[in-house]
């Protein structure tokens, strides 16, 4: 018997958890913790707008309803950014 070839992965990014802190994100098998201390305007987000996001051109991602784009580098290294929206 023949297998045929597995299809492709359609899911890029999945908010796997929300907590009071944060929420974390799993992007491409590499798991990120986004705490509301680096990134208050997710604070007061819904649940369904947190989940609304989208990964665009291998660096960034948007989230449509809240009008948010980040790149990977700002959620993989916030320290180095000091430009933190209060």
Not at 6 to 33: A, D, M, R
Not at 60 to 78: E, G, K, R, V
Request: glycine fraction near 4%.
């Amino acid at each position: 018997m023949k297998l045929s070839k597995p299809g492709k992965n359609t899911l890029n990014i999945e908010v796997t958890n929300i907590s009071g802190h944060g929420f974390w994100l799993l992007l491409e098998g590499k798991e990120y913790f986004l705490p509301f201390e680096h990134f208050p305007w997710f604070k007061s987000a819904t649940i369904q707008q947190i989940c609304e996001v989208q990964f665009l051109h291998k660096t960034h991602l948007y989230w449509p309803s809240l009008d948010i784009d980040l790149s990977l580098n700002i959620i993989s290294q916030p320290e180095k950014y000091k430009l933190i929206a209060k």
